[in-house]
């Protein structure tokens, strides 16, 4: 559909004949604006294809056969423990650290026909029913990386990654120890903060001029409207440019995520003393946005779930 299509042929010769330059400056905004649209649509349909399974972070069990496993939820220190209160957390089952050297798996003992077909609950994090079974795994193995995340460093390993026994954890370890030993020396004293940013929903368009308007003034109206659309981008596209700079400064490492629909989405690893000058560079730009109508939400501490090095992602 073009344009024009939007107006009746008699608004349209009106506007064409006595405002052609704002004629003209609306058919560029609604250029603009169907390019952009139709980017967003066609970067979504390429993630999804790009990502495929894996963005529903369905699990993929090491054990292929139903009946007894250890689920592997993170490594950590070999000194480290387990909070007594963690099995009151949505029943998880029994934790315990196996222990090899420096380093130790946090495990409990489960049924691997537990993680069976989760991607046919797996969908946007919205729509999942919080009382599913995927939904209660989630929590339980968050609650449990959690827990001991509270007291030492941990490596969070991969939702449903299963082993089949305590010799199975063990090469766990061995195969990642130089590795995992290094990672979470750095990382000690550390945890994970997110901030994202969303912008207004775009201004609709407004239906064909009622009668006693001019063209002429509905499209002088109509150009205004699509060109704020794209100045708060661009004002909202500034700061949070210099915001992303200042808390990479302040951060030992930064992940921006081009993440839809979010106009900004990034994670940051922040040395614990320097959570709080963190945290008042967020709130300073929280008015700015505001200012154009665009949010900010900032979420953590968290597990450094961002910032775990590729070849360490175990069970993968």
């Not at 058919?27 to 603009?32: D, F, G, H, I, N």
Request: net charge negative.
């Amino acid at each position: 559909m073009t344009a024009a299509a939007e107006f009746d042929p008699e608004v349209t010769a009106l506007a064409r004949r006595h405002a052609p330059q704002v004629w003209e400056a609306a058919l560029q905004a609604a250029k603009s604006a169907a390019v952009e649209v139709l980017t967003r649509r066609l970067t979504e349909a390429i993630l999804t294809s790009a990502t495929g399974p894996r963005a529903t972070e369905a699990p993929e069990p090491v054990v292929p056969d139903p009946g007894p496993g250890l689920c592997a939820y993170a490594i950590t220190w070999s000194h480290a423990e387990v909070p007594e209160t963690l099995a009151e957390i949505d029943a998880t089952p029994a934790v315990r650290l196996l222990a090899h050297e420096e380093l130790a798996v946090v495990v409990a003992r489960v049924d691997v026909g537990v993680f069976a077909d989760l991607d046919k609950e797996a969908g946007p994090p919205d729509s999942v029913d919080p009382g599913s079974r995927l939904a209660v795994l989630a929590r339980q193995h968050d609650a449990v990386v959690r827990a001991v995340f509270e007291g030492y460093p941990v490596l969070p390993l991969r939702f449903g990654t299963v082993v089949r026994d305590d010799r199975a954890a063990v090469l766990l370890l061995e195969d990642h120890r130089a590795d995992v030993s290094e990672w979470l020396s750095r990382i000690d004293g550390h945890r994970e903060w997110g901030v994202r940013v969303a912008l207004p929903e775009p201004a609709p368009a407004r239906k064909p001029p009622p009668a006693g308007i001019s063209g002429t003034d509905y499209l002088t109206a109509r150009a205004r409207q699509l060109n704020g659309d794209q100045e708060v981008q661009t004002l909202a596209r500034s700061v949070v440019s210099t915001l992303h700079e200042s808390l990479s400064r302040c951060s030992a490492d930064a992940a921006r995520r081009e993440r839809l629909p979010a106009f900004f989405d990034a994670s940051y690893l922040v040395r614990q003393d320097q959570e709080e000058t963190f945290r008042a560079l967020v709130r300073r730009v929280e008015g700015d946005l505001a200012a154009v109508g665009a949010t900010l939400r900032s979420t953590g501490p968290w597990p450094p779930y961002s910032f775990t090095p590729p070849q360490l992602v175990v069970g993968s």
